[in-house]
């Protein structure tokens, strides 16, 4: 029974075979109309069904093609309607919307002189067809962004590619090479998640397409995700095996990992200086990986502290640096750097950096050290004066000072000129002061700290060199210079 009711069903679909050619062509001018009013009402996916049934009528009906290709337009089906477009022009070379229509989707795809041709075509049937003029214009606008992009690849301006490609994608929305030669150079300028966006709306469309794929990789491999990075060059090389940028890209990518890692070994391993020429390879495998090239650097950097290598250290930080800003860990490093060396004023800059970056303890701990250490700069060395290290014992202070009070005692340079006997008192002044402090174990701990020494009651400029010299020196008759030749001078005590 339920044969017969299946058998029986009513077939609402007129049988093609048993209708004349007149009403073949009724049926189809009426599913035409249908598919005309769910396009004005856009609705694209019911008019193209209907546009459709009429081909299906009357394949032979250029109209219902240009139609149909119209409408795939509009659903962005763009190489099914140049399917649509061409076999309409096929049946009628005179059909002006099917070349209009043909040239729009060569447009669209991005293939600028099939468009051109197809306007050119339009205007040679009608000369005055301003669309046409319009679109040919266009067409020419493509093909001379392709041309700029091109150079500005050359050159590595990849923000000129990238201005070109947005003019270009403006007339060609659905062109992949642009999409993907964008998307390449978002990369190669570290705007990274914009040229994942790209590459993504791709691979939803074509999860196959090996130059997204590419692009994926490129991002992962700039982001220093490497492994990850391989496994999607690899994937594209599955889909096209001659894709030469994604082979070099992979071999690289394996490179510059090893190679990395090979310096990470030796610098654990202590050898400092192996560490240091394998981070230098490394560094010439791929001058656009930006944020690995900015830890090979730092590492470097490392290397260099560790060797001495201070201003060498302090030139690689400032390399990381400049490829990523927010490179906290070269800021720190170089800081450091900038410490031991004594430049004070850098490392708070690069201290302060940090600790705004970062409000950590730590940063601060290290903010305010080199504040103190710059403070302490600005005032007058009185190690560095009597010529001994920060930390000489207290006999070693007391020979420094007696050799150098000798050494510029006003009376010395009784016979120099008024200069120098001025230059010479001044020295003699500031080794009197420098021994005064560092020989009292209080004012020589207020000093070390960064304290203020005013705030202990000493006031520098009422200071007298000569007191300090005297009780130095005492004795029952005192001291005198006396001349034992040219320029030559020996003190005694009476």
Known sequence: KMATENCDAVNTEPDMELLSDEELEREAEGFKEQGNAFYVKKDYAEAFNYYTKAIDMCPRNPSYYGNRAATLMMLCRYREALEDAQQAVRLDGNFVKGHL??????????????????????????LENGQAQQEVKNAESILEYERMAEIGFEKRDFRMVVFCMDRALESAPACHKFKILK???LALLGRYPEAQSVASDILRMDSTNADALYVRGLC????DCIDKAVQFFVQALRMAPDHDKARLACRDAKALKAKKEEGNKAFKDGNFEAAYELYS?????DPNNIKTNAKLYCNRATVGSKLKKLDQAIEDCTKAIKLDETYIKAYLRRAQCYMDTEL???????????????KTKEHKHLLKTAQLELKKS??????????????????????????????????????????LQKEEEKKFKEVGEAFSVLSDPKKKSRYDSGQDLEDDGMNMGDFDANNIFKAFFGGPGGFSFEASGPGNFFFQFG
């Open 378 to 419: 600005k005032r007058k060395d009185y190690y560095k004066i009597l010529g001994v290290e920060k930390n000489a014992t207290e006999d070693e202070i007391k020979k420094a000072y007696r050799k150098r009070a000798l050494l510029h005692h006003p009376d010395r340079h009784s016979g120099a000129s008024p200069e």
């Open 101 to 126: 229509r043909e040239g729009k989707c060569h447009l669209s795809l991005g293939n600028a002189m099939a468009a051109r041709r197809c306007f050119q075509k339009v205007l040679e049937l009608e």
């Open 344 to 358: 004070y004023e850098e490392a708070v800059r690069d201290y302060e950096k940090v600790y705004q970056t970062e």
């Open 220 to 223: 992962l491999y700039y982001e």
């Open 281 to 285: 390879e490394a560094l010439t495998i």
């Open 183 to 185: 998307a390449e150079c």
